[in-house]
Every structure is written in structure tokens, then in C-alpha cells.
């Protein structure tokens, strides 16, 4: 290393040291509140007299370790009659398409499955109640798909005329950075249910907003906001203690490069399910390693590096199939840009390995101009490009939906 790149190194870990420590000391005193405490404090007003179905799932939790369910059942102005929970089920362990109803042992309320049968609330599923609550952490990526069950049941409760109530949480990945093309307006589906960024930027309240102002929703809608996070705050700086959202994202640094990496999973690809670190690596049986990171190397990515790696997963894509890929480490979290990493690695991928089979991008990108550079042979950089002046338009979009500074 010479002299002024090792300078440069200690400056830039000095700077990083500085923003991933100092603000976690200075919160100490302060600790984030999310929607279910701020509600807690307010003695539960917001919902006082409301009959409600509560959504919600093993992430549903008040700072003190208590359920969401177990708060709202013992509020002594709040009648809650029924449960409902998304993808992975109430407890988050569950990795299938398709699950019931069931009862909630604790208190014997019903749940009903929004991941099953049907993915909205029927009109009979809400019998009784006048109030939806709504409170999951979501992980700030379009494709993950508790924001599209929130979007299902604020449209059951316009149309049924229902009060919906969103006990807000923060952004983990942060509100401040956008990434990626927005999802071509006439290609919704569950894995993108609104014209979004892969990163948004956005806490699911303020998407409720969103969703509610842009799509004309006549929906008596409220957000219990939290306290004390700002926009630039990734999850490690809130105080909170990070539960799994879902069976493969364990942990803070699987969701910062969810946005990235998940987009590459619905093609012939592994992205590290079956190994204890999901979307902390990628390979197949016909990837060169040595050769992708080399590349990767080459592209001189913000807060990330690339180590060649072989693994074998026991799951899901190639299990029980060596694979070489590489391995991704996230060195500046503040810095790192999901997005562009997985489209640097797509771009090698389909450079380097014919064997690749990138049709399945489309799944879950959804951006006709940017998949058709992509197939074109584009460099990165020229992919990105296609998306820019529609990513500052997103910006000035949600402006007025946003309740955090």
C-alpha cells in the first residue's frame, strides 16, 4: 500500500468510526421509541373505544419485550378481537407459500393468515371491528412483502370503512438514501406493489401516506409515529434490539444488501439461503469466484468488499451442491449502496458466466428501460444512468408523505 492510499485508508476509517460510533452515545440518553411504545406513553389513546384487528407479527414487540397483542389486549379502552399476520406467519418461521389460520395460545384470539387463501382481509375477517392496527418492522426494500400486506389492508379498510392505524418503526436500512429503478407503473404484483425504488427510503408509515395520497384511498388513516429517530439513523444507532424479521434476514448487514442482492434470487443463483449467512454471499457450481471478485474489485463499489469464497448450501437453491461465488463485507454501512452492488454483480455475472440465466431479473426489477440496457450489454454505470432523473422525481414525490427529519 503506498503512502497516500494508506493516509487515505485511516482517514476514511477515522470517518467511519466517527458516524458508526459517535451518534450511539449521543442517543443514549434518548432512546428511539417506536409506534407501540409513543402509544404506551399516550395511555392508548389513539384507540380508545375502537373494536380492533390487530396486524402484526413475532416483530410486533414494545421496548420492554412485550407483544404488541398482549399491550393492546390489556389496554383497558381498546377491545382487540382478532389477529392477522403476513408472509412467514405470526411467529416469522414459516418459509411457504401457503398458511393457515390459526389461534394465538396467549390470549385465544383468532389469526387470520393474509398469506394464504387471500392476502387482503375479507369483509369476513373483519366482522366487528371498526379499527385495523398495523405493526411489523419492515426492512426498506420494495420486494419485501410486509409493505404490500400493509397496502392489502389499508384497501379493505377503505373499502370497508374501517379506521386504520400504523404503529410506525424505523427505516433499519435508513431514510435518507434511495437506489434503484421505480417499478414500471402497470406491473404491480405482490413482490411490488407500488411505484417504488428497490430502496425506498421510507418507514411503512410513511409509505401508508404514500399509498393512501397517491392511489385517492377515502380511508380515516393515522400514524403513531416514533420518537427520537432521524432519517440518517440505520438500525445500530436506535437502541433496539433487532429480532429476525423473516427466517433468512439475521441479521442488520442481510438487510442493508437485501435491496441488492435479494434482486438477484429469482435467477439460477444462490444468494446464501441454506448457509447461516442469507444475502452475505452469491455462487453457483459454474461460477469462478476468484474471477467475479477480481472484477467486483475492479468496480471500486462504496463500503463493500468482495472475498472469493466456495460453500455448499443445504437448502433452497443448488442444496447440497458446491458452489463458488464470493463472499460480500460491508465496511461502511452509511456509505454501501445496495442496489449498485447487486447490479455490479449481475453485470459480471452475465459477462463472465454464460451459463447465468438472467431472464428471472425482471421478477423483481420491473423496470422495462433498465432491463433492456441491461440485456443490451450496458455497463453499470449506464444502467444507472436510465433511472437517475426518475429517482430525483421519487424524491420530490414522497416529500409530502414524510414525517421524519
Same mark, same amino acid.
Given at each position: 500500500?503506498?503512502?497516500?492510499?494508506?493516509?487515505?485508508?485511516?482517514?476514511?476509517?477515522?470517518?467511519?468510526?466517527?458516524?458508526?460510533?459517535?451518534?450511539?452515545?449521543?442517543?443514549?440518553?434518548?432512546?428511539?421509541?417506536?409506534?407501540?411504545?409513543?402509544?404506551?406513553?399516550?395511555?392508548?389513546?389513539?384507540?380508545?373505544?375502537? =373494536?380492533?384487528?390487530?396486524?402484526?407479527?413475532?416483530?410486533?414487540?414494545?421496548?420492554?419485550?412485550?407483544?404488541?397483542?398482549?399491550?393492546?389486549?390489556?389496554?383497558?379502552?381498546?377491545?382487540?378481537?382478532?389477529?392477522?399476520?403476513?408472509?412467514?406467519?405470526?411467529?416469522?418461521?414459516?418459509?411457504?407459500?401457503?398458511?393457515?389460520?390459526?389461534?394465538?395460545?396467549?390470549?385465544?384470539?383468532?389469526?387470520?393468515?393474509?398469506?394464504?387463501?387471500?392476502?387482503?382481509?375479507?369483509?369476513?375477517?373483519?366482522?366487528?371491528?371498526?379499527?385495523?392496527?398495523?405493526?411489523?418492522?419492515?426492512?426498506?426494500?420494495?420486494?419485501?412483502?410486509?409493505?404490500?400486506?400493509?397496502?392489502?389492508?389499508?384497501?379493505?379498510?377503505?373499502?370497508?370503512?374501517?379506521?386504520?392505524?400504523?404503529?410506525?418503526?424505523?427505516?433499519?436500512?435508513?431514510?435518507?438514501?434511495?437506489?434503484?429503478?421505480?417499478?414500471?407503473?402497470?406491473?404491480?404484483?405482490?413482490?411490488?406493489?407500488?411505484?417504488?425504488?428497490?430502496?425506498?427510503?421510507?418507514?411503512?408509515?410513511?409509505?401508508?401516506?404514500?399509498?393512501?395520497?397517491?392511489?385517492?384511498?377515502?380511508?380515516?388513516?393515522?400514524?403513531?409515529?416514533?420518537?427520537?429517530?432521524?432519517?440518517?439513523?440505520?438500525?445500530?444507532?436506535?437502541?433496539?434490539?433487532?429480532?429476525?424479521?423473516?427466517?433468512?434476514?439475521?441479521?442488520?448487514?442481510?438487510?442493508?444488501?437485501?435491496?441488492?442482492?435479494?434482486?438477484?434470487?429469482?435467477?439460477?443463483?444462490?444468494?446464501?439461503?441454506? =448457509?447461516? =449467512?442469507?444475502?452475505?454471499?452469491?455462487?453457483?457450481?459454474?461460477?469462478?469466484?476468484?474471477?467475479?471478485?477480481?472484477?467486483?474489485?475492479?468496480?471500486?463499489?462504496?463500503?463493500?468488499?468482495?472475498?472469493?469464497?466456495?460453500?455448499?448450501?443445504?437448502?433452497?437453491?443448488?442444496?447440497?451442491?458446491?458452489?463458488?461465488?464470493?463472499?460480500?463485507?460491508?465496511?461502511?454501512?452509511?456509505?454501501?449502496?445496495?442496489?449498485?452492488?447487486?447490479?455490479?454483480?449481475?453485470?459480471?455475472?452475465?459477462?463472465?458466466?454464460?451459463?447465468?440465466?438472467?431472464?428471472?431479473?425482471?421478477?423483481?426489477?420491473?423496470?422495462?428501460?433498465?432491463?433492456?440496457?441491461?440485456?443490451?450489454?450496458?455497463?453499470?454505470?449506464?444502467?444507472?444512468?436510465?433511472?437517475?432523473?426518475?429517482?430525483?422525481?421519487?424524491?420530490?414525490?414522497?416529500?409530502?408523505?414524510?414525517?421524519?427529519?
Amino acid at each position: 500500500m503506498t503512502t497516500a492510499s494508506a493516509a487515505a485508508h485511516r482517514f476514511a476509517l477515522a470517518c467511519w468510526l466517527a458516524g458508526a460510533f459517535a451518534p450511539v452515545a449521543a442517543r443514549a440518553q434518548e432512546p428511539v421509541l417506536p409506534g407501540i411504545d409513543v402509544l404506551i406513553a399516550d395511555n392508548g389513546k389513539p384507540l380508545a373505544g375502537r =373494536t380492533c384487528g390487530l396486524v402484526t407479527n413475532h416483530t410486533g414487540r414494545a421496548r420492554d419485550g412485550r407483544r404488541t397483542i398482549d399491550v393492546l389486549a390489556a389496554l383497558p379502552d381498546v377491545k382487540l378481537v382478532a389477529i392477522f399476520s403476513p408472509e412467514h406467519g405470526i411467529a416469522g418461521q414459516l418459509d411457504q407459500s401457503g398458511i393457515a389460520h390459526g389461534k394465538d395460545d396467549a390470549s385465544g384470539l383468532p389469526i387470520w393468515s393474509l398469506y394464504g387463501e387471500t392476502r387482503r382481509p375479507t369483509a369476513a375477517m373483519l366482522v366487528g371491528l371498526d379499527t385495523l392496527v398495523f405493526d411489523i418492522q419492515d426492512i426498506g426494500c420494495r420486494f419485501y412483502t410486509y409493505v404490500s400486506t400493509m397496502g392489502e389492508c389499508l384497501r379493505a379498510c377503505a373499502e370497508h370503512g374501517l379506521r386504520f392505524v400504523v404503529l410506525d418503526r424505523p427505516n433499519p436500512i435508513g431514510g435518507v438514501r434511495l437506489g434503484g429503478p421505480l417499478l414500471d407503473r402497470g406491473q404491480e404484483t405482490f413482490v411490488g406493489w407500488h411505484t417504488l425504488p428497490l430502496r425506498h427510503g421510507m418507514t411503512i408509515g410513511e409509505l401508508m401516506r404514500m399509498f393512501q395520497g397517491e392511489l385517492g384511498l377515502q380511508v380515516d388513516a393515522h400514524v403513531v409515529a416514533c420518537r427520537g429517530w432521524s432519517r440518517a439513523d440505520t438500525f445500530d444507532r436506535t437502541g433496539l434490539l433487532w429480532i429476525d424479521p423473516s427466517p433468512n434476514m439475521r441479521s442488520l448487514t442481510a438487510a442493508m444488501l437485501y435491496p441488492g442482492i435479494g434482486l438477484l434470487e429469482g435467477t439460477n443463483l444462490s444468494v446464501g439461503r441454506g =448457509t447461516d =449467512t442469507p444475502f452475505e454471499r452469491v455462487g453457483a457450481p459454474f461460477v469462478d469466484g476468484v474471477a467475479l471478485a477480481a472484477r467486483l474489485r475492479g468496480e471500486q463499489l462504496p463500503g463493500v468488499a468482495f472475498v472469493p469464497i466456495e460453500f455448499t448450501p443445504t437448502a433452497s437453491k443448488f442444496a447440497n451442491t458446491a458452489c463458488k461465488g464470493v463472499a460480500i463485507a460491508l465496511t461502511d454501512w452509511q456509505a454501501f449502496e445496495p442496489v449498485a452492488t447487486g447490479l455490479a454483480i449481475a453485470c459480471a455475472l452475465r459477462d463472465l458466466c454464460p451459463q447465468w440465466q438472467h431472464e428471472r431479473l425482471q421478477w423483481l426489477l420491473r423496470n422495462d428501460k433498465a432491463y433492456a440496457a441491461f440485456k443490451a450489454g450496458k455497463d453499470r454505470r449506464a444502467i444507472e444512468a436510465t433511472w437517475q432523473q426518475d429517482l430525483e422525481v421519487f424524491r420530490m414525490r414522497r416529500k409530502p408523505f414524510l414525517l421524519y427529519p
